[in-house]
């Protein structure tokens, strides 16, 4: 996992992201597969700056997010003061009780792990989880090409709204959208030397299963096909 230094860079530029068409779609393909109800008592593990949690915010009981960085947690709250955030490393336990949650998600954090803590954060998200409870999870895949996602959003958003509109936009966001891109290939790079293991297609269904999750999902290919997610169950 990298440390706070690079998260703390990451994460000034990283709601930059929210204005990327397939970010906003895996941000509702999570929503949508988590199928939150107001009884539901949710965690998000690895709730960075908080996109994913104020979205999810409100059609669910709570909600709580745990993440290591200390830049994405006082972002987070600065854009919500009322935000439940618990600073933790998730490769320690997760401070609650067993069987605490209804729901959990996680996007797009576990592959910063090595295979042994990937493996201690799965467990420990089935403790924390009900029986019966549901896990919805998403991360990067092997091979994942940052240059794909944002040329998708940039095909897409001038058919939405127009060349002269998508132009205007990319400028007035051009510094931060480089940045972001400079760190994604960074992390695409950390992946090649072994620091992130991101997974082949069908190894996160089988890290699932092999924890004793139940109802794995077949994989779904989001964020414009750079991201595998799957959604299972607690027996």
Known sequence: ?????????YFKVYDVLNIVIPYQELLTELEKEL?????DVVLDVGSGTGN?????????????????SDAGIKIHKAKDPSA???????????????????????NNVI?????????????????????GGKFVVSNVKKGFSPVKIYSDHISRSIKKLR?????????????????????????????????????????????????????????KFVYSSQAIMNSCYKL
């Open 111 to 131: 592959y910063t792990l090595d295979s042994d803590n990937q493996k201690k954060v799965i467990s420990e998200i089935y403790r924390v989880l009900k029986p």
């Open 52 to 68: 994913l949690m104020m979205r999810l915010k409100g059609k669910c009981k709570k909600i709580v997010g745990l993440d290591f």
């Open 163 to 219: 060349v002269v509109k998508t132009i205007i936009l990319f400028f007035r966001l051009i510094v931060p959208t480089i940045k972001m891109f400079y760190y994604n290939i960074k992390i695409k790079n950390s992946g090649s030397a072994k620091q992130y293991i991101f997974f082949e297609p069908g190894e996160q269904k089988r890290i699932l299963k092999k924890a004793g999750f139940i109802n794995v999902s077949e994989e």
């Open 1 to 9: 996992m990298a440390g706070q230094k690079f998260w703390s860079n």
């Open 84 to 106: 439940e955030v618990i600073f933790c490393d998730i490769t320690q336990k997760i401070p609650f009780s067993d069987n605490y949650f209804s729901k959990v998600v996680s």
């Open 35 to 39: 199928d939150l109800n107001q009884e």
